[in-house]
């Protein structure tokens, strides 16, 4: 099983990035909901938002809310998290993952994840 997160780079305050997710089991993505996640250097992991299987309800932390949006595609086995207005704070590894269900703010519920991808906002 194998998710892998790309679309990372670098990018100017208030530009947007796009990162996808690939999932290589479609049998994740029939019922599992899929995280994103950052880790800022220095700082703990943290959950930026999630996506559900059913409904396709979607979760945010607060501080993106309103500049991150999450979707998922279950034909082409990816999830997408697009971002924009971005800001420094945002600068991170960010990862995505699935496994439960449900949506987490908790990594520790998500199975299995996939290497990172870097996002620098900077000028």
């Known amino acids: 099983v194998q998710l892998q997160a790309s679309g990372g780079g670098l990018v100017q305050p208030g530009g947007s990035l796009r990162l996808s997710c690939a999932v290589s089991?479609?049998?994740?993505?029939?019922?599992?909901?899929i995280g994103w996640f950052r880790q800022a250097p220095g700082k703990e992991r943290e959950g930026v938002g999630c996506?559900?299987?059913?409904?396709?309800?979607?979760y945010y932390i607060d501080s993106v809310k309103g500049r991150f949006s999450i979707s998922r595609d279950n034909d082409k086995m990816t999830g997408t998290l697009q971002m924009n207005d971005l800001k420094p704070e945002d600068t991170a590894v960010y990862y995505c993952?699935?496994?439960?269900?449900?949506?987490?703010?908790?990594?520790?519920?998500?199975?299995?994840w996939g290497q990172g991808t870097l996002v620098t906002v900077s000028s």
């Open positions: 993952a699935t496994g439960p269900v449900s949506c987490y703010s908790s990594g520790n519920y998500y199975r299995y």
């Open positions: 089991e479609f049998s994740l993505l029939h019922y599992y909901s």
């Open positions: 996506i559900t299987n059913k409904n396709e309800s979607t």
